[in-house]
């Protein structure tokens, strides 16, 4: 613990909702607070699935960390990768070794991927977590029209016009609805020797009904506003393989398929494990009433990371709202430990939740209040606007999705992965030139790092 008369040291690990939150909340504590990513931006997850269907352009959804806080005097940003966290010692230990002492902890690294114990799928059927993920897909998506274009086998070219999104939660729905909706409206007089809307979308979810966490009402209209975009919905349906050739569903039958993504799941950070803390079946902490790691009172977990129940027993749902709440709270018993006061319990403010599915197309839940169709999808846009980070962030999406209504088009459709460019043209009979395999990265790789 710091002495008398010095700045206690705040470590924040994560700049995520619910990280910034917590060192927004905290500049004018006198504390010295740190702030640790192994990324220099702070990425608005909500609407990762637009930049991965070509949409809009990673950084109209991301910040520079170092920008959103420069104007925070007693907050410094650190770029690496944790790798244990000490709390009898007080340090975070950085994957370089450096250890960075603490007298309080917010611990807000956020969820991966699960794939059920089935990793092998993982490079199969890519979900979606980052930048660098909603890159790949957007390859993939882009990669397949460009690959049936020459294709002249029919049931290759059918495969290759197939895609499949593995889980019907609000990540998969989003996804389907705007695949559906590039193949159906945006690429449609961009190829000569396919029909792009002959292309079909497949959302399997192994529960009864897609948005299983919405009331049934809502499901139902999500389920019917899929069907009208084009997308084929298959519920009570688990996945029981993935393989270059397609998907292998519960009931035997099988969809063939180059491309099939991963919306199906998600597991706690792993660094959650090197606390000692109890973990629930995700692995996420199952933190205090006050946020607080249980026998460790400065020490919190919040966002993703956290197992938070409400008073009712039900959980907090894993949304951009509770995480802001949560890192603010967080924040409020820092400070209340420094006033040698008692820190309050969590109390999570229920907002609603918004699911969209397509063009004027959305569910929404608002405090009991349930809709679907345009009003949903007009409270979508203005509350995704709302919470993004920077005067340009929504000025860009507000002029991108303007102009993507009026014209039907996606102004992001770049592949940018030079090595998968020439394993497309030696697939497809072509010779690329005699120093492109000197300057494409080895095959299986990307040019871009992958998430941990």
Request: hydrophobic share 45%.
């Amino acid at each position: 613990m710091a002495s008398e008369g010095e700045r206690r040291r705040v470590v924040i690990v994560g700049a995520g909702f619910a990280g910034l939150a917590a060192a927004r909340a905290l500049r004018k504590a006198p504390v010295a607070v740190t702030v640790v990513d192994r990324r220099n931006h702070h990425l608005f997850q909500p609407l990762l699935y637009q930049v991965a269907t070509a949409a809009l352009n990673p950084a109209d959804i991301a910040a520079p960390i170092r920008n959103v806080l420069r104007r925070q005097r007693n907050a410094e940003v650190i770029l690496g990768e944790v790798a244990a966290i000490d709390l009898p010692a007080r340090i975070v230990r950085l994957a370089d070794g450096d250890p960075l002492p603490f007298d309080f902890l917010v611990l807000a690294t956020g969820a991966t991927h699960s794939y059920f114990g089935h990793d092998a799928w993982a490079p199969l059927a890519p979900g979606l977590k980052s930048v660098e993920d909603a890159l790949e897909i957007r390859r993939r998506l882009l990669t397949a029209f460009e690959r049936a274009e020459r294709e002249r086998e029919p049931e290759q070219q059918r495969a290759l016009l197939t895609f499949v999104v593995v889980g019907g939660g609000p990540t998969g729905v989003e996804l389907a609805g705007a695949i559906s909706e590039i193949a159906r409206r945006t690429l449609t007089r961009d190829f000569r020797h396919i029909r792009p809307e002959s292309a079909r979308v497949f959302l399997v979810e192994a529960a009864p009904r897609v948005l299983p966490v919405y009331v049934e009402s809502l499901s139902a209209a999500a389920r019917r506003q899929l069907e009208q975009l084009g997308v084929e919905v298959r519920t009570g349906t688990p996945v029981t393989a993935i393989d270059a050739e397609g998907v292998t569903l519960g009931d035997g039958s099988r969809i063939a398929s180059r491309t099939v993504l991963w919306g199906a799941g998600v597991a706690a950070s792993p660094l959650a494990r090197t606390l000692g803390a109890p973990l629930d079946r995700a692995g996420r902490v199952r933190v205090a009433a006050d946020l607080s790691v249980p026998g460790h009172p400065e020490a919190f977990v919040v966002g993703d990371l956290a197992a938070v129940l409400r008073e009712d027993g039900r959980p907090v749902p894993g949304l951009a709202p509770a995480a802001l709440q949560e890192g603010r709270h967080a924040a409020r018993n820092i400070r209340r430990a420094l006033a040698g006061e008692p820190p309050l319990p969590f109390h999570y403010l229920d907002k609603g939740e918004l699911a969209t599915i397509g063009r004027a197309a959305a569910v929404a839940d608002v405090r009991g209040l349930r809709f679907s169709g345009l009003l949903a999808w007009l409270t979508w846009l203005f509350v995704h606007i709302f919470f993004l980070i920077g005067f340009r962030n929504r000025v860009a999406v507000i002029l991108q999705w303007a102009w993507s209504y009026l014209t039907f088009t996606r102004g992001a459709r770049l592949i940018t992965d030079t090595a998968e460019q020439w394993r497309f043209i030696a697939h497809a009979g072509g010779v690329p030139p005699p120093d492109a395999e000197r300057n494409a990265p080895p095959a299986g790789s990307s040019t871009a790092p992958r998430p941990g």
